[in-house]
């Protein structure tokens, strides 16, 4: 493995923290437009969390001498439901995680053990992501969806308290 297939992953890492940031900055926004601010909240906190992410493998990239690919792995999307979101960010978690695991062995494989720890890092993050959405599907699941929400809507307990 060379220096470039780190570089690669690397920047491949980057997009996908990217996407995950403004997923989540969207998700924020269609969650205030949904009444439910105190899980946009809570996707402000993961939209921060991935740009954090972002800014280590940019740093990371710049420290190998490369060039960060600024640049969405693909496009964030509206969600029309809660479970929606959460499949949707589910399925990427996955794929991340996959992703992270591979490009640690690969940095290994390079003798780049710094950005095998980034790697690895990251994909620890991001199982702790996949659990806490597993966590939203299955109350989702067993509570529904109307009384999943009425947990979430911060706005409306402050207003009838005035």
């Known amino acids: ?7 690669k992953n690397l920047n491949t890492a980057l997009q996908m923290e990217l ?3 403004h997923q989540y900055q969207l998700h924020a926004q269609v969650l205030d ?3 439910l601010d105190r899980l946009a909240a809570k996707m402000r906190e993961e939209f921060a969390e991935e740009l954090g992410h972002s800014d280590r493998f940019m740093t ?3 420290e190998l001498g490369g060039e960060p690919e600024m640049a969405f792995a693909a496009p964030p999307k509206v969600a029309g439901s ?5 499949s949707s960010d589910l399925k990427d978690e996955k794929e991340a995680i996959t992703f992270y695991t591979r490009a640690s062995k690969a940095a290994y494989d390079a ?3 710094a950005s095998k720890a980034l ?13 806490w959405l597993d966590l939203q599907l299955s109350l989702l699941d067993r509570l529904g969806e109307e009384r999943y929400a009425s947990k979430f809507v911060g706005a409306a307990e402050e207003n009838a308290d005035a």
């Open 1 to 7: 493995m060379s220096n470039d297939t780190t570089l």
């Open 111 to 113: 003798d780049d053990l």
């Open 119 to 131: 790697f690895e890092e990251i994909a620890i993050d991001e199982v702790g992501h996949q659990n």
């Open 33 to 35: 437009d949904w009444g």
């Open 82 to 86: 809660l479970s929606e979101m959460f």
């Open 60 to 62: 990371r990239i710049f």
């Open 19 to 21: 996407t995950a940031a």
